[in-house]
């Protein structure tokens, strides 16, 4: 905290720990505002985080009983994704690889934020590298589909830059409710920030690749034949 104060003078310093460590750190707050270490103004705050745990509801453990290191976890979510990923296309190995570093760092850290913090959680390694359900590589999935269409629209000779005024009404119930999904942003945002809560940053980026992914069945985007609907269609 001294140092902290030194160096950078903050207004809230945020300590995120094992929750088990609460007493400690309410101790350690008491300290430092009798020892005057810190402006009575500037807000100690303890943020505590529960375990990720395995199928067995126990703390993640190696198959010899230590507790699992960071880069195995990696490792071990990296070959189930480079297995489906070979099950499922016709890809070279070193593609294979590479899409499979991508898709596991974003269904281990999605996997995590999408719980809220202080809860103990288990991390099912088939569940949290599903494509399809509340996981980090569904949301990939939902924005490679995003850009597959705007790339497309500019292949085309589409201009995207010019669509900055471009959004009519909806026309049909999934564009309607994904334009509610967009409209909820700042407020999410907000709220998340105050609470110190990623997990509902989560939460709202999954309902709004459901609402996306409504408008995509519902919508014939790219084929349709009203130029002025499309632009609106592209601009959403």
Not at 21 to 35: D, G, I, K, N
Request: net charge neutral; proline share 3%; charged share 30%.
């Amino acid at each position: 905290i001294v140092e902290r104060e030194k160096l950078f003078k903050p207004n809230r310093i945020i300590y995120v720990v094992d929750k088990r460590q609460e007493m400690h750190f309410t101790q350690v707050f008491r300290v430092s505002r009798l020892a005057e270490l810190v402006p009575e103004d500037t807000k100690l705050q303890f943020l505590g985080f529960g375990t990720m745990n395995g199928k067995d509801g126990k703390p993640f453990k190696t198959r010899q009983g230590g507790v699992m290191r960071l880069e195995h976890l990696i490792r071990d979510i990296n070959d189930a994704v480079y297995d489906k990923i070979m099950a499922s296309r016709d890809e070279d190995e070193e593609t294979a690889r590479e899409n499979a570093k991508i898709i596991g760092l974003s269904a281990i850290k999605y996997g995590d934020l999408s719980n809220q913090a202080s809860k103990d959680y288990i991390f099912d390694i088939d569940r949290f590298t599903s494509f399809e359900g509340n996981t980090g590589p569904y949301i990939l999935y939902t924005i490679v589909r995003i850009k597959s269409i705007l790339s497309k629209y500019e292949a085309k000779g589409g201009d995207i830059s010019a669509l900055k005024d471009a959004i009519m009404p909806a026309v049909n119930a999934g564009q309607k409710n994904l334009m509610l999904s967009l409209a909820k942003f700042n407020a999410t945002i907000e709220s998340a920030y105050e609470e110190s809560a990623p997990h509902k940053i989560c939460a709202y980026i999954y309902e709004l690749a459901n609402a996306f992914n409504g408008f995509y069945h519902d919508t014939k985007i790219l084929s349709e034949e009203n130029e002025e609907l499309k632009k609106s269609y592209i601009s959403l």
